[in-house]
């Protein structure tokens, strides 16, 4: 059993950057890909950001060259750093992990203020 525990998140200003950060526990010798998605109210859970155990990063394309993706495969961290943070970028942001299946943190709010 894979265990996240994400941190980082808040309010920001528009244009302003913030950090979020996620570690895995448990069963993480199984872990091939981890990354981010968001949940915005009243819209489904959407792909952000993911990077596989070999470097391999995806990003969405709402995000790209707004946001980077980062890991240490071997402590089975992950981290995305936010720029130019738009309001559209209000969500309730997930860590997620995939092994035999997906594992998801707690989620940890991110408010985009005007």
């Known amino acids: 059993q894979v265990q996240l525990v994400e941190s980082g998140g808040g309010l920001v200003q528009a244009g302003g950057s913030l950090r979020l950060s996620c570690a895995a526990s448990?069963?993480?010798?199984?872990?091939?890909?981890m990354g981010w998605y968001r949940q915005a109210p009243g819209k489904q859970r959407e792909l952000v950001a993911i990077i596989t155990s070999g470097g391999n990063t995806n990003y969405a394309d709402s995000v790209k060259g707004r946001f980077t993706i980062s890991g240490n495969n071997a402590k089975k961290t992950v981290s995305l750093q936010m720029n130019s943070l738009k309001l559209e970028d209000t969500a309730v942001y997930y860590c997620a992990a995939d092994s035999l299946r997906r594992f998801w943190g707690q989620g940890t709010q991110v408010t985009v203020s005007s």
């Open positions: 448990g069963g993480i010798f199984s872990i091939n890909v």
